[in-house]
Structure formats: C-alpha cells, structure tokens
C-alpha cells in the first residue's frame, strides 16, 4: 500500500498457505493456497459458513495451528516458527475465557503481570483500558458478577493491554442477544478506530461483517472468493456463493443475445428481456445467471408495465414494519422477492393474487458467470 511518497508494510501478509489434518486418502483441507494482505490499522473480516475455513485462518495467524505449506508475514517479518506467546498478536475468544476467581481490574492486568511489566504502568494501563471499554466502575467485581456484554468489554481490554500489533476476533458477538450486539457492533468498530490496531474479525454474520468491516473476505470450503469493502462485496458479488451468501438476492438464468457497449440483453426461458452489466467477457449465446437485490425490484401493477421487466403474480405480502416483502411467482416457476420500504410515497400498492411486473434497471442485475 502506497501513501504520498512512503510505503507502508502490510500488517498481515499470508503467502499460499495450505492446511490439512490427517494424511493419504483420510487427509481433509481446510484452507487451500489462501493469498490476502490485511493493511495495517484495519478492521479486516473474514466471513463464511461454519466449516469454511475462517477460524483455521485464524489460528493459523495466532500460531494455534501449524501451516502444511505457505508463509505468513507480520508487519514483514516471519512468524511461522514462532509459538503463539512470542507472537505481537492477542485472540478473543467467543467464550471470553476470563478467570473467574480474578477481579475485572485483576483479570485485565494479568497479561501485564506476566510481562513482569512495573506496577505503576500496570496500574495505569488497566485504568486506561477500563476507561476506553466504559468499565471503570466495575473493576472489583467478577466475571460472573457481569453480563455477557460486559464480559465481552473485559475481554476486549484484557486483549488490548498489551499494546498487541493485530487483535484476532473469533466470532465475539455470538453469544449475545440481537440488540446488545447490534450495540457492541458500532463499539467494537469505534474501539478499533480510536486504539489504530489492526483488527482481523470473524463472523459467520452477514450484517455483521457489512456494519464494521474495512474490507471483507469471503471464504467457502477452504478458499477465498472475493475480497473487497462491503460495498463492492454487496454491490458486485464475483459468483454464485457470494451473492447467495451475502444478504438477500433474486437469481434468473438467462441467454445472452446481444452485447452493445458494455450492455448485455439477455432473454429468460419464458422468453422475457432484460438488460445487465456485461461482465466475465460474456457473448452472444452464453447461458449466465442474473443476481437482482430485492430492494432494487420496482412491483409494477397491471397495465404500468415497462420494457425489460418480468410478468409475474403477487403471491404473498409479508409486514416487516420498515419495510414489506412481496413474494412473486415469475414465469418459469421462480419466486422473486422484492422489498418495499414502507415510506408514505412507497407504500405498497398490490395484494395476493395481482398480476405484476417486476422491472429493474440494467445496473440493478449482476451478471454472474461461474
């Protein structure tokens, strides 16, 4: 990464490494020749199914496990050999794994006691650290005393005291109810931005990974399959997993039969057009996959139909407060699902049993070509 004239040293950069248990024909892959730099002060996610290799990655950096082939880099140096303890890096685990019989203050300092740090700077880092994770006036009591949000935020500044140059995150918000984690989520992602320590997330949580992540990569069966901001991982999925795996999408297969200046028309089974984005070097004739967002459908009754839109039947309204889920029966036998927000000018204006039009425009349809 270039800034003005200088260079700055990635925080993390793993080189072609490959993980495997057991051998011969018994021998599993968890993660298979994985490349990706993580810049320094970023908060990075690594997000994916359960089984898909994240938190082997993980433990790989924090040195829990063993590489079978690869490198991995910190801040350019290599730390393959090292062992975890000797390595500038802390995990919070989604269990917290704090000491119970230990004060909050207590179980804070206990990383700087065995650096044999003085007492005086001990004592100072702990109040600094319980100020940042607004826990202060609880430094007497124990973990169990605590909620599970307040467990997490000892957690937090345990791992943080040590002045570590990347936290590791597994899956810390996991084992909290909805709104303390969509709370803990804008705190974590303050927390990141006010230490400037690199953060390497992961989650299994779509919307988690979109509200605080710099970057995301997205992983399945031991493989990377894009990496990007949440909005480009949102917005330009690169295949089939991504688009399905990240929020909420329509897919209609589709021929091409015609390509103009970037623009591909495309025809459904049933004989429909629409247009998308001609990506992957498609051509005339290609069988390719459209991806369209819910929230990106306009419902067109009957008779305010428009070209480049799908004939369809309302088959279900779903409140959802904010906003509503119309669920419509397309030619071909698919349902698409569209979002309306329920704003006064937006209101839906259809019921069960309408005949529609779903209609998109041409950069609303993700072309997907794998």
Known sequence: MTVGDTVSTPAIQVERVTKSYGEGAQAVTALEAIDLEIEDNEFFTLLGPSGCGKTTLLRCIAGFEGLS?????????????????????????????????????????????????????????????????HMAHLADRKPTQLSGGQQQRVALARALASRPKVLLLDEPLSALDLKLRQRMRVELKQL??????????????????????????????????????????????????????IGETNFVNVRVSAVERGRATCRTSSGAEVEAEAVGGCRVGDQVSLSVRPEKIKVLPTGETQGGSLKGEVER????????????GIEGGLTFLVRVQNAHEAQVQVQPGDTVALAFDADAARMLVD
Not at 81 to 102: G, I
């Open 192 to 245: 990141q931005e006010e230490t400037g320590i690199t953060f390497i997330f992961v989650t299994h949580d779509q919307e988690e990974a979109l509200t605080m992540s710099d970057r995301i990569a997205v992983m399945s069966d031991g493989r990377l399959q894009q990496i990007g901001s949440p909005h480009e991982i949102y917005e330009r999925p690169v295949n089939h997993f991504v688009a399905d795996f």
């Open 317 to 328: 309204l779903i409140y959802l407060g904010t906003d509503t889920h119309c669920q419509v």
């Open 69 to 133: 082939s690869g490198r991995i880099r910190l801040f350019g140096e290599e730390i393959d050999e090292l062992p975890p303890n000797r390595r500038p890096v802390n995990t919070v685990f989604q269990q917290y794994a704090l000491f119970p019989h230990m004060s909050v203050a207590d179980n804070v300092s206990f990383g700087l006691r065995m650096l044999k740090r003085p007492p005086g700077e001990v004592g100072e880092v702990v109040e600094r650290m319980l100020d940042l994770v």
